[in-house]
């Protein structure tokens, strides 16, 4: 049986139906009366490969304090991890060459309450998506779009995550909240009131004391080599301590 050629009209239905309109695969397969292979080739040969909604997810355009909160946040108790899952839904399923897709994550696990509560609040405040709760102390959103923001911004895992050039040449504000995001995450008092914070990464613990050093004095120990377990620390002094704490300010630490 020879193939029927597509016309115009049917040609102009499809890109209404598909582009304009939610309506799902089957029915358009229905209305316009061709298989969904048919329907997938010639949405290729007009250009259209994959239907697109708007997105919704925001895209901040600037570094605000919530979203230097976030990436601190990342950078402290958070994690990325990715998924592959089976792709065997919808009318196409069965004619795909790749019969799995990847989640991207992006986590952020904490014991306090209170930073949890805000890590959600900023995460709506930023993104416009509201986290999953898993449990009571982790915050998961599933967006390659934050997912890539994040990890563009510098956030890593323990060994490779870096403040940041957006965050370096943020607004005062701004820095001031990701010092306060990340030492609420990663921050203790010593038995000699000082405050600390121990790191295996070197880099990244330098470019926190530049701009820690814009608010409060501080240094990093040792200068040369590293502590066991191949650690590094912030150090600020126990006479800087107040200040830290009138100037950063603690979520974690009020009580202190």
């Known amino acids: 049986m020879p193939l029927r050629k597509w016309t115009k009209e049917e040609e102009e239905k499809l890109k209404h139906l598909y582009l304009e309109t939610k309506t799902p695969v089957e029915e358009i397969c229905r209305i316009i009366d061709r298989t969904p292979p048919a329907i997938q080739n010639r949405l290729k040969v007009l250009g259209f490969q994959k239907r697109r909604f708007p997105s919704r997810t925001k895209h901040p355009d600037k570094v605000t304090p919530a979203l230097a909160r976030i990436h ?103 820095k001031k909240n990701w010092i306060r995001a990340f030492f609420d995450d990663e921050a203790y008092f010593d038995n000699g009131n000082r405050i600390r914070v121990k790191c295996v990464n070197k880099k990244g613990l330098q470019e926190v004391t530049k701009i820690l050093n814009e608010f409060v004095p501080c240094h990093l120990l040792p200068k040369k080599g590293s502590y066991w377990g191949n650690t590094y620390c912030i150090n600020i002094n126990k006479k800087d301590v107040p200040k830290y704490l009138s100037k950063i300010g603690s979520l974690r630490y009020k009580q202190k």
Not at 102 to 119: A, D, G, Q, V
Not at 145 to 150: M, P, S, V, Y
Request: net charge positive.
């Open 72 to 174: 601190a946040h990342i950078c402290g108790d958070g994690y990325f991890y990715e998924t592959k899952v089976k792709d065997c839904y919808g009318p196409w399923a069965k004619y795909r060459k790749k019969t799995h897709r990847i989640i991207y994550r992006t986590c952020y696990s904490n014991t306090n309450p209170t930073l949890i509560k805000e890590f959600q609040r900023d995460i709506k405040e930023v993104f416009g998506v509201k986290g999953g709760k898993l449990w009571k102390n982790e915050i998961r959103i599933k967006s390659k779009r934050i997912w890539d923001l994040l990890k563009k911004m510098g956030a890593g895992d323990s060994y490779n995550w870096g403040v940041g050039k957006e965050i370096i040449n943020a607004s005062k504000e701004s």
